[in-house]
């Protein structure tokens, strides 16, 4: 599990809520009493569902959007008596659970009901992970800080994203051939579409690259995860969704 979770009240603004999943890089908030007794569950997908302005889990609500959904509470939209377990039960139960009633986190309590961490979906396919590398390997899998695992993934992705774009390009240019050769309008409309498609992919991709570039550089330079305007971390979550980003939320 991950332990003293990020939390919500039942009587906050579910805006406000939503702004500090995405300043954390969360999807999941516990909500608790004023003796951290969990009393619900707020997700990112619980927020989507009840507004109708169109929840992103990594933008804040528009000003015109927060006028109108502002009345919203926690204790509006959240999941009332969630399932909850114990530090002490085993994975396999929270799996179980898990599936049987689609949840993507299950808050961990003490006996009194108190929180005392959050076990996510992510945490389990973590562990399974561990679990199989251990029973191949016969050692247990050495685990990265966030911020390094993302950088295996973003180096991994740039070749990926570079490969691409060279297959792009080498399609470009066969279509280009195709071009000159004579052909009815049929074939010139079916052409036309697919080089339109083709275009928006790879302007897609080129600016995908462009970050993942500025991420790399500003790994090797000492300065990927951190604001350049507060010097505070910026969340794992932000930082995969923008590789460039060089500003936290609160600053941006």
């Known amino acids: ?3 003293d979770p990020v939390t919500a009240s039942a009587e906050e603004s579910a805006l406000e809520a939503h702004e500090r999943m995405i300043r954390h890089g969360i999807r999941h908030l516990p909500i608790v009493d004023g003796e951290r007794r969990v009393i619900g569950v707020l997700t990112v997908d619980d927020l ?9 889990p990594r933008a804040p609500v528009g000003e015109k959007a927060r006028a109108t959904e502002a009345g919203w509470t926690v ?10 377990l114990g530090p002490a039960d085993a994975l396999q139960l929270a799996a179980e659970r898990m599936a049987e009633h689609r949840i993507g986190c299950i808050p961990i309590v003490d ?3 108190r929180l005392a961490g ?3 979906e992510t945490d ?4 399974l992970a561990t679990h199989l590398w251990t029973e191949r390997l016969g050692a247990p ?3 990265l800080p966030p911020e390094r695992a993302l950088l295996h993934e973003l180096r991994r992705e740039r070749d990926a994203v570079a490969k691409d774009l060279s297959q792009l390009s080498a399609r470009d240019r066969q279509r280009t051939e195709q071009r000159r050769e004579p052909g009815d309008l049929a074939d010139v409309a079916a052409l036309r579409s697919d080089e339109q498609m083709s275009e928006a992919l790879e302007a897609a991709r080129t600016r995908r690259l462009s970050a993942l570039d500025r991420a790399l550089d500003r790994a090797a330079r000492g300065r990927f995860g951190f604001c350049d305007r507060c010097g505070g971390r910026i969340p794992v979550a932000r930082l995969r969704a923008l590789p460039g980003a060089t500003t936290c939320l ?3």
């Not at 204790?75 to 909850?84: C, E, F, R, S, Y």
């Not at 389990?124 to 562990?127: G, T």
């Open 1 to 3: 599990m991950s332990e």
């Open 48 to 56: 989507r569902a009840a507004l109708p302005v169109g929840v992103d």
């Open 118 to 120: 959050i076990l996510s």
């Open 124 to 127: 389990v396919l973590r562990a």
């Open 111 to 113: 006996g009194a009901g």
């Open 141 to 143: 899998r050495p685990q």
């Open 75 to 84: 204790g509006d939209l959240m999941t009332h008596a969630p399932q909850t």
């Open 250 to 252: 609160r600053c941006m």
